[in-house]
C-alpha cells in the first residue's frame, strides 16, 4: 500500500513539476520518455555499511534493487560513494539468504515457522527472564534499538542489553562524557571542509571513510593547501596522501599528546583566554575511578606533564622528538585551523577514555575548538552507533536518551513515558558486552547467570576479542540457547540454537544516525526474501506474545500492550501479525515516542515527516519561529547552536563541573596490556580493508568486493619475513597466547607495518583472527583492545 | 664569419676512431651484455617472485576463484611483470600483428568516422562484464599499485590507444582517490578463501539515446554525473563503435540533450521537499 501511494504521489508530483516547468501540462519533452529508464523508480537511502552516513540513490526495477547511485543533494558525500556503496545492492541478493526460521535438532536444523519460534523464545524467557539477554547492534536502526530496549528495561525489568558497538566506539562515548559531560562529537564533516591541517590519530580513512578522506584531499585538486599528518602504526594509503607520517609504538599516540600539551605549556603556547574561560583541570582518581575524576588545579596539571619532554615521548612513541614539536607548534598557531580524526586506533585502547581525553585536552588547551576547521572529532564505523546506540542509549548500564538507569530521576522519566508503574526499571546496570558473553560462556552449574542470548543485526561469533573464551566454548553447554536473527549464515549463526531471517536495509523502513549527529530516514523499496522479517516486529512479536501469555511487564500500568499502535479511527491495529506490521508506519510511531528522550541532553530530533524530506539533520534540530525545523553544525558555539546563551561565545552546558566549564584531562602513560616478548616477540594489529565492512557477512556476497579482497592475509615487514624465512604469499602460522591460524603472508601489499608489527583483516569468518586477540579492556568504558596482541609467527 | 666552418670541418674531422678501436668496443660491449644478462637471469631465478612455492601466479589464482571473473570478457586483462615479455610476443602472433604495422602514419583528424553498430554491441557487452550495472564503478582488470593511485594517471589520465591496448580516459579528473571506487577486478595476490554466489541483476545500459525525429541528434541516455568529458568515452581512445562521428566538436551539450532525471536534478525531486510550502511574499 505504502508502496503504491507513495508512487503515486511521486508521479502526480512529477507531472505537476513538469507542467511548471513547460508552462502546460499537455507538452511534454521526448527526453523525460526515454524508454531505457522509465521503469526505474529511484528513492533515497542512507547506505547500509559505514558510519560516515552518505547517501544513496537506489533505483528499483520490477521489485528488486538494480542500481544504486551517489546522492548528489547529500551534503555528506555530495554525489560520490566509495566502491562499497556503489556496490551495497548486491548485499540483498547473496544466495544463501535466510529465508526461513531454523531450530536446531543436534547437529542439524529444522524449518520452522515464525508462529513456533515465538513461543520457543517466550518459553525461554519466561522460564529465566533474568537470565536472558540481547545482544545488539550500531547496525540495528533507532526504531529496532529502541524496540529492544523498551522491550528489556521497560517490558523485563532486565538489563543485560548491551550492544556491538561497546567493541567500537565505548571510549569515544567515555571520552566526550568525561570532557563535556555530554556525549558525542560538537564538530561535523563541515570542518573537514575548512580545516588547514587534519591530523589522524590511528585512522585509516583513505580505506575506512573514503569519502570523507576524498572530501579533504580532493580539496587539493581545486588548489587549496591541506597539510595531512598520520599518526599511525604502519603505512597505509592514507599515508601515501599525508605529507608526514608519524610512525608509533602501541600506546604511543598517549605520549604524543601529552608531548604536545607539555610543550603548549613550556612555550606558554597555550590559549590562556580559552583555558581561562572554558576550562578546568581533572586527573584520574585512583580511589574513585569513574569519569568525574579529581578536580586539579593548573599549577598541578603542569607539573603532571613535566617529564613529558619531546625527547622521553620519543623514547615511549618511537616518534622522532622534533616531530613532537612540529606537532605542538602547529597547535600553537592560532592562525591556522586543525581537525583531529580518530575511530578505532584510539577507541580500541586499553588506554581508550584516557587517549580520547587527552586529545580532547590537546584541542581545548590550544583552543583550536568552536571555529569551523577546528575540532576533534571521533568517527564510527557503523550505520547507526551514534543514533542507536548512544543516543537511545541500547547500553547495559543506559535510557534512553543520554540518561543512566542508575540516576533514580532518569529511571522516573522513562517510566512516565512508558507508561509503567513506579519502580518498574532495575536500578543495577546489565552485564556489558565481555561480561555478558563470559556469562554465556560459562557453565550454569560453575555460575555463568546467562542462559539465553539473542543477537541482532551483528555477528559476535566473528567479532568478540579472545573467541575461544568468549564465543566459542558456548559449543556443547546444554543449557545455552543462542537465538540469532540475522540475514545470512555467519560466524555466529554456526552455534545458533534458533535463526531468525532479516529483513536488510532497503526490504524494511529504517531510521539511523551518523558520525556528525545526522538522523537519517528511508521507506521500504522491495519485499524481503522468503519468510524474512523485520527485526523490529521479531522483538514486537515476541513482546505480544508474553503479553498474550499474561507475562505482566509486556503491559503498561492501564493494562494496555507496551508497544500498542492505534489506527486514524483509535482502535489498536494487530501491528504484531506480519501481515498487519506494514498496515501503519511502525518505525514513525517509535520514532515519535522515542523523540521525546532527546530534550534532557539537548539533542533535540525532529518530527519523523522532516527527515523524509531531507538528506539527514544534524541535532538538536530546533523548530523555528516560522515553523520549520532548524539543524546545528557546530555544537557549544553561540549562533550555531540555539541553546548557548548569548554573549557566552562558548558554552558547554552541560558541564560535569556545572559550570559551563569543559574538563582538561591529564592522563600518565601506561604500557599496552600486552607487549611483545621473547616467545611472542611481533605486535599484532587487526582492522578492516576498504572492501570490506564490519565482519564481511555483506561485502563478501558482492562478486565485485569479494574478488577485489578475497581472503584474509597477514601484512609483515620483510625484514621480519626474511628472518624467519618468509617470502610473499608463503603459508604462514600466527600464534598468541589465544590460538593459533594459518594465513598467506603479504609483503609491501596494501599496508605496510614496520619491523616488529603484523596487521591481520578480521572481514574473514573462515579465518577469524579474534581467536587470537586480546580481550582486556579499557577500566572505564570496557572496551577491549584488538590492536596489540603479541603474536609469532612462523612459516608452514 | 669566415671560422666557423673550419671549427665545424675539426670536430668532423675528430669524430672517426681508428680502425679497429669500434671493433674492441663492440666486443667488449656484448661481452658485457652478456655477462649482465647471465647473472641477471640467476639472480631472477633465485629472486622470491619466481622461486617462492607459495606465491600464486595469476594462473593459480584464476583457477583458485571457482567462477573466473568474467572469462568473456573483452577487456584484455593486463600482466604480471614477470610475464610481460611472453604475453606480449603471444598477443601480437594471436592477433597476426607485424611490427610494421604498428609503424603506420597518423590517423586523420578530420576523418569521418563510421559507426559499425554490431562493434558498439560487443564494446557495450565487454562493458557490461567489468561493471555490476549500469553506472557503476568499473571494476580494474589488471594489477594495481596497492597505496599509490598516481599510477592510474599515468595511462588514464588522457587514454591511450595502441595496437593491441586501450586505456580509457578518466571522465573526472578532480577525484583524487582512484582506488576509493575501483578495485582490482580480480586480486592476484591471495586464494579466495570461500565463494559466496549472488543474484544480483544490474540495470542494463542503454544501447543509444533516443532521437525526436530521424536525423536528430540523440539525446544523452545516462546520467552525466562524474561522466562529464564526453570524449573519455566517445573520444578518439573510444571502444569500438562507441566513438563518436565528429570527435572534433568540442561542445557536446550543444546538441546533445541531458536528462534531468538521470542528473537527479532539483526538480526531479520535488516529492521529497513537497511537504515545504514555499510562500513568495511579492511586497517584500
Known amino acids: ?615 539527514g539533520m544534524r541535532w538538536p534540530v530546533v523548530e523555528q519561529p516560522d515553523g520549520n525545523w532548524e539543524e546545528t553544525r557546530f555544537r557549544f558555539v553561540e549562533k550555531d547552536d540555539p541553546y548557548v546563551k548569548a554573549g557566552t561565545g562558548i558554552q558547554f552546558y552541560h558541564s560535569s563541573t556545572k559550570d559551563d566549564r569543559a574538563q582538561l584531562w591529564f592522563h600518565p602513560y601506561e604500557p599496552p596490556a600486552e607487549v611483545p616478548d621473547e616467545t611472542y616477540p611481533l605486535m599484532m594489529t587487526t582492522g578492516r580493508v576498504l572492501e570490506h565492512w564490519h565482519s564481511g557477512s555483506m561485502t563478501r556476497r558482492i562478486p565485485e568486493l569479494s574478488r577485489a579482497m578475497p581472503s584474509a592475509y597477514v601484512e609483515m615487514n620483510p625484514d621480519d619475513a626474511r628472518d624467519r624465512d618468509i617470502r610473499n604469499g608463503d603459508l604462514v602460522s600466527i600464534r598468541s597466547r589465544r590460538g593459533e591460524l594459518q594465513l598467506q603472508a603479504w609483503l609491501n601489499g596494501r599496508g605496510r607495518p614496520p619491523r616488529g608489527t603484523v596487521f591481520v583483516p578480521f572481514f574473514d569468518e573462515t579465518l577469524l583472527i579474534n581467536e587470537l586477540t586480546l580481550d582486556a579492556v579499557d577500566p572505564f568504558s570496557k572496551q577491549p583492545d584488538y590492536k596489540k596482541s603479541a603474536v609469532e609467527i612462523v612459516k608452514v | 664569419m669566415s671560422s666557423s666552418p673550419k671549427q665545424i670541418n675539426r670536430v668532423n674531422e675528430a669524430a672517426p676512431a681508428p680502425p679497429g678501436f669500434a671493433q674492441r668496443y663492440a666486443v667488449l660491449l656484448v661481452l658485457v651484455l652478456i655477462g649482465t644478462a647471465t647473472t641477471g637471469y640467476f639472480i631472477g631465478l633465485t629472486s622470491p617472485m619466481t622461486a617462492s612455492s607459495g606465491q600464486p601466479s595469476p594462473t593459480s589464482v584464476a583457477v583458485h576463484l571457482a567462477e573466473p571473473a568474467h572469462a568473456t570478457s573483452k577487456v584484455i586483462p593486463a600482466t604480471a611483470y614477470a610475464d610481460m615479455s611472453a604475453v606480449r610476443a603471444q598477443r601480437f602472433r594471436q592477433q597476426g600483428l607485424p611490427l610494421a604495422a604498428l609503424r603506420k602514419q597518423p590517423e586523420d583528424p578530420f576523418a569521418e568516422i563510421e559507426i559499425d553498430e554490431s562493434k558498439k554491441l560487443d564494446s557495450l557487452a565487454s562493458r557490461e562484464e567489468i561493471r555490476a550495472y549500469n553506472g557503476a564503478p568499473p571494476t580494474v582488470p589488471h594489477p594495481i599499485d596497492q597505496l599509490d593511485t598516481a599510477a592510474c594517471m599515468a595511462c588514464h589520465g588522457e587514454g591511450l590507444k595502441s595496437a593491441s591496448l586501450r586505456a580509457s580516459k578518466m571522465p573526472h579528473p578532480y577525484y583524487s582517490n582512484c582506488t576509493q571506487c575501483h578495485v582490482e577486478q580480480q586480486a592476484n595476490f591471495v586464494f579466495a578463501s570461500a565463494v559466496f554466489e549472488n543474484s544480483f541483476t544490474g540495470l542494463k545500459a542503454p544501447t543509444s539515446g533516443s532521437r525526436a525525429y530521424t536525423g536528430a541528434p540523440p539525446v544523452i541516455p545516462h546520467s552525466t554525473w562524474m561522466r562529464n568529458d564526453c570524449l573519455s568515452c566517445h573520444g578518439r581512445v573510444a571502444a569500438p563503435g562507441m566513438q563518436s562521428t565528429h570527435p572534433w566538436r568540442a561542445n557536446c551539450l550543444q546538441c546533445h540533450g541531458e536528462s534531468s532525471q538521470l542528473n537527479q536534478d532539483k526538480f526531479e525531486e520535488i516529492p521529497q521537499f513537497l511537504a515545504v510550502p514555499v510562500l513568495l511574499d511579492i511586497n517584500e
Not at chain 1, 43 to 49: D, E, S, T, V
Not at chain 1, 360 to 382: I, R, W, Y
Not at chain 1, 483 to 500: G, K, M, N, Q
Not at chain 1, 504 to 515: A, I, L, Q, T
Open chain 1, 1 to 615: 500500500m505504502q508502496q503504491d501511494r507513495r508512487s503515486f504521489i511521486r508521479s502526480t508530483a512529477m507531472s505537476a513539476a513538469t507542467a511548471i516547468a513547460s508552462g502546460t501540462g499537455a507538452f511534454s519533452l521526448p527526453i523525460l520518455n526515454a524508454a531505457e529508464t522509465s521503469s526505474v523508480e529511484w528513492n533515497k537511502a542512507p547506505c547500509r555499511f559505514c558510519g560516515t552516513g552518505c547517501h544513496v540513490q537506489v533505483g528499483v526495477e520490477n521489485g528488486k534493487v538494480v542500481a544504486v547511485a551517489g546522492d548528489k543533494d547529500a551534503e555528506v558525500n555530495k554525489g560520490l560513494l566509495c566502491v562499497k556503496g556503489y556496490h551495497v545492492g548486491s548485499a540483498l541478493y547473496g544466495k544463501d539468504r535466510l529465508t526461513q526460521p531454523l531450530l536446531r535438532r543436534g547437529d542439524k536444523y529444522e524449518e520452522i515457522t515464525w508462529d513456533q519460534a515465538l513461543d520457543v523464545i517466550a518459553d525461554r524467557i519466561e522460564g529465566a527472564p533474568e537470565r536472558f539477554a540481547f545482544y545488539g547492534s550500531g547496525q540495528w536502526t533507532i526504531p529496532e534499538g529502541y524496540a529492544a530496549q523498551k522491550f528489556m528495561k521497560g517490558g523485563l525489568a532486565n538489563n543485560h542489553i548491551d550492544p556491538n558497538a561497546r567493541l567500537c566506539m565505548a571510549s569515544a562515548v567515555t571520552g566526550f562524557l568525561a570532557t563535556y559531560g555530554v556525549d558525542e562529537p560538537a564538530g561535523c564533516y563541515d570542518d573537514l571542509d575548512r580545516c588547514d591541517v587534519l591530523i589522524m590519530w590511528g585512522n585509516n580513512p583513505a580505506e575506512m571513510h573514503p569519502v570523507l578522506f576524498s572530501r579533504v584531499i580532493d580539496r587539493r585538486s581545486r588548489g587549496e593547501k591541506i597539510e595531512l599528518i598520520d599518526i599511525g602504526t604502519r603505512r597505509t594509503r592514507t599515508t601515501e596522501q599525508c605529507q608526514h607520517y608519524l610512525e608509533m609504538k602501541g600506546h604511543g599516540d598517549v605520549a604524543i599528546a601529552l608531548g604536545i600539551a607539555h610543550l603548549l605549556i613550556k612555550n606558554d603556547a597555550y590559549d590562556h583566554q580559552f583555558v581561562e574561560s572554558f576550562c578546568n583541570f581533572k586527573s584520574p582518581d585512583p580511589e574513585n575511578p569513574n569519569l568525574h575524576g579529581k578536580s586539579i588545579s593548573f599549577e598541578e596539571y603542569k607539573q603532571s606533564l613535566e617529564p613529558y619532554t619531546p625527547e622521553y615521548v620519543e623514547e615511549l612513541s618511537g616518534v622522532p622528538a622534533e616531530k613532537i614539536r612540529m606537532l605542538a607548534d602547529l597547535f600553537a598557531n592560532p592562525d591556522i585551523r586543525i581537525t583531529s580524526l580518530w575511530c578505532m586506533g584510539m577507541n580500541q585502547h586499553t588506554m581508550g577514555t584516557a587517549i580520547n581525553s587527552l586529545v580532547h585536552g590537546v584541542h581545548l588547551l590550544s583552543g583550536h575548538f568552536g571555529k569551523p576547521g577546528d575540532a576533534p572529532t571521533s568517527l564510527t564505523g557503523q550505520p547507526s552507533a551514534c543514533g542507536t546506540v548512544r543516543e537511545v542509549g541500547t547500553l547495559a548500564h543506559a535510557l534512553p536518551g543520554g540518561r543512566v538507569v542508575a540516576n533514580p530521576e532518569h529511571r522516573q522519566q522513562c517510566e512516565a513515558f512508558w507508561n509503567l508503574p513506579a519502580g518498574t526499571i532495575n536500578p543495577q546496570p546489565g552485564y556489558h558486552t565481555v561480561e555478558m558473553w563470559e556469562q554465556f560462556c560459562t557453565p550454569s552449574d560453575e555460575g555463568g547467570d546467562i542462559d539465553t542470548i539473542w543477537v541482532q543485526v551483528t555477528n559476535p561469533g566473528q567479532t568478540l576479542p579472545n573467541l575461544r573464551k568468549l564465543f566459542n566454548a558456548k559449543e556443547g553447554l546444554e543449557d545455552k540457547f543462542l537465538i540469532v536473527s540475522d540475514v545470512y549464515p555467519t560466524a555466529t549463526t554456526r552455534l545458533a540454537d534458533l535463526i531468525l531471517p532479516s529483513a536488510m536495509w532497503v526490504e524494511k523502513n529504517g531510521v539511523v544516525g551518523n558520525s556528525e549527529r545526522r538522523t537519517q530516514q528511508w521507506f521500504k523499496m522491495v519485499e524481503p526474501p522468503g519468510d524474512a522479517r523485520d527485526d523490529t516486529w521479531q522483538t514486537l512479536a515476541v513482546a505480544r506474545r508474553l503479553f498474550d501469555r499474561g507475562y505482566a511487564g509486556m503491559s503498561d500500568k492501564d493494562g494496555r500492550f507496551l508497544f500498542e499502535v492505534v489506527d486514524e479511527t483509535g482502535s489498536p491495529v494487530p501491528a504484531w501479525q506480519w501481515e498487519h506490521y506494514y498496515d501503519v508506519n511502525f518505525d514513525k510511531h517509535l520514532f515519535e515516542e522515542y523523540r521525546q528522550f532527546s530534550r534532557l541532553k539537548h539533542k533535540d530530533l525532529a518530527p519523523y515527516d522532516e527527515y523524509v524530506k531531507a538528506r
